[in-house]
């Protein structure tokens, strides 16, 4: 079954696994696009082809929720209430001022102020976490355990955020508070399976949506996967520019890690299936 607006896209299944892609839209709507810089820019930092790449997960029973609007406009992966999730360490705001490269977003004197921020927030934030939540109590109502499964993914390299190369996978649990562990170490073996390398709670812990709906004790285990780019598209070293990012998508390109990511969610649904 799908649910459709013009914005959120909603594939209901009935396997205990839902995806979220809260980063994969690049939409800018006119009435936002006043001020910024470029275009280019505003969509650079985009979790790019993650709705191409887990493209098979209808097929596994998953429900996936995933928004077409850029995390410029607003980051529904961030705490509405703006506060940082990674206090001390650089990061992006609930609407986005800079890039990851701490480069301006914004003309001088045009980023969005307090009203225009809680406009953004009623109109894409909360109807993407009412859906979310709606997804959850409807499955939660036919199984024991689920799984909320976030997918993200970043370039490999970004000074600001991390230092060197980051790994290919990178999950993140809330330090152990958003799932059991027995979920993180069935992703874990399957990752570690691989050619790819990985870290657990790393730079990346989780973001809004892992925190606040992992919920363990009542039956939703909640993680992140940020991917490295490198391990699913032509991601070449040193800075990127208009001509050359994003790579385009290519399914031979990312063959091995949509095996990898198969492997994964069929590991998230035969730990929810067993509880």
Not at 141 to 146: F, R, S, V
Not at 171 to 191: F, I, N, Q
């Amino acid at each position: 079954m799908h649910g459709l607006t013009n914005w959120l896209h909603v594939v209901r299944n009935d396997a205990p696994l839902i995806l979220s892609m809260p980063h994969a839209g690049v939409e800018i709507p006119a009435p936002f696009a006043d001020g910024l810089v470029s275009a280019w820019l505003a969509r650079r930092d985009a979790d790019w082809w993650i709705d191409r790449l887990y493209d098979f997960a209808g097929a596994l029973g998953a429900t996936v929720i995933r928004t077409t609007i850029s995390r410029t406009v607003i980051d529904v992966n961030r705490e509405p209430s703006g506060a940082s999730l990674y206090p001390g360490q650089a990061t992006t705001e609930l609407c986005p001022t800079t890039t990851f490269d701490g480069e301006p977003l914004y003309q001088a004197g045009a980023a969005p102020e307090a009203a225009a921020i809680a406009r953004r927030r009623e109109t894409y934030h909360a109807p993407y976490h009412a859906a979310l939540a709606a997804e959850i109590t409807r499955l939660k109502a036919q199984h024991a355990a689920i799984v909320v499964y976030d997918c993200h993914s970043i370039r490999s390299r970004i000074p600001r955020l991390f230092a060197g190369d980051l790994p290919n996978f990178n999950l993140g649990t809330y330090d152990g508070a958003s799932c059991a562990r027995a979920l993180a170490a069935a992703v874990e073996k399957v990752c570690d399976s691989t050619a790819f390398s990985r870290i657990t709670n790393g730079r990346f812990k989780g973001g809004y949506i892992t925190r606040h709906y992992g919920r363990p004790a009542q039956g939703v285990h909640a993680l992140q996967m940020e991917l490295a780019c490198r391990g699913y598209m032509r991601e070449e070293p040193g800075p990127v520019e208009p001509q050359s990012w994003p790579p385009h998508y290519d399914q031979e390109d990312a063959a091995a890690m949509r095996q990898a990511l198969a492997r994964i969610l069929e590991a998230c649904l035969e730990f929810a299936r067993a509880v």
